[in-house]
């Protein structure tokens, strides 16, 4: 596997139900995000890691938990979630966070698609 | 406050046809500028990007020049094929602060008929 991976691609849940969503980077990345994308709304930025430490929480509400454990994995745990949460989740690496003369271009994943019912 | 405005879609086009798609932003400081592209049911990647004024980010055929004086950052290219259809979406980044965050654009979708 090469780049950013992400699974499930797609996911259905209840509003009771608790999953959790994956993200894998192959590219020795040292900075990773979670952005959500909706229908006709600009992508939202809602947390960053870097070096495995959270550095950026957008205002995300409770029922969003996000855990880092190492440098190449990043998860999103949900637990009841409402229907307004259904949308695109993307996942992104960078090298680090830094400045136009490091490696801070994001390189996304696939998106895991998220219905809630 | 920082933000990215550009032209709502969907642009629909015939293959050869010159495509411009319009983004103007504003932001404190000096900001850089990233056109990403999202083909259907993957991620998004980056497309170009330019880090100062006058600075011309190219690739695939597609360009955009960082423009200072009308806060701008149009995409353009000259002949457009099939396999560019895709979302297109315009973003700014300003250095400073924890993260350095990206903000985009609603996106663009832009479909080329044969």
């Known amino acids: 596997e090469t780049g950013v991976t992400q699974t499930p691609r797609h996911l259905v849940m209840g509003m009771t139900n608790k999953k959790s969503l994956k993200c894998e980077q192959h590219?020795?990345?040292?900075?990773m995000y979670w952005y959500k994308q909706s229908a006709k709304k600009p992508l939202e930025l809602m947390f960053v890691?870097?070096?495995?430490?959270?550095?950026e929480n957008n205002s995300v509400p409770s029922r969003f938990s996000p855990e880092c454990p190492n440098s190449s994995h990043l998860f999103l745990h949900l637990h009841t979630l409402q229907p307004e949460d259904s949308a695109l989740y993307l996942c992104a690496s960078s090298q680090a966070i830094g400045t136009p003369t490091v490696g801070d271009t994001q390189y996304f994943g696939p998106g895991t698609r998220l219905t809630v019912l | 406050g920082n933000s990215v405005t550009q032209m709502e879609g969907p642009v629909t086009l015939s293959e050869e046809a010159f495509l411009t798609i319009n983004c103007t932003y504003t932001?404190?400081?000096?900001?850089?500028l990233f056109w990403y592209v999202q083909y259907p049911g993957e991620g998004l990647q980056l497309l170009l990007k330019?880090?100062?004024?006058?600075d011309k980010g190219s690739n695939k055929g597609f360009e955009a020049t960082y423009r200072k004086e009308t806060t701008s950052f149009h995409l353009e290219k000259g002949s457009v094929q099939v396999s560019d259809s895709a979302v297109y979406f315009c973003a700014l980044r300003v250095y400073g602060g924890a993260t350095n965050k990206l903000i985009f654009g609603t996106g663009t979708l832009l479909a080329v008929q044969p």
């Open positions: 330019a880090t100062k004024a006058d």
């Open positions: 932001a404190t400081g000096y900001p850089s």
């Open positions: 890691y870097s070096l495995e430490e959270r550095v």
């Open positions: 590219l020795g990345h040292n900075a």
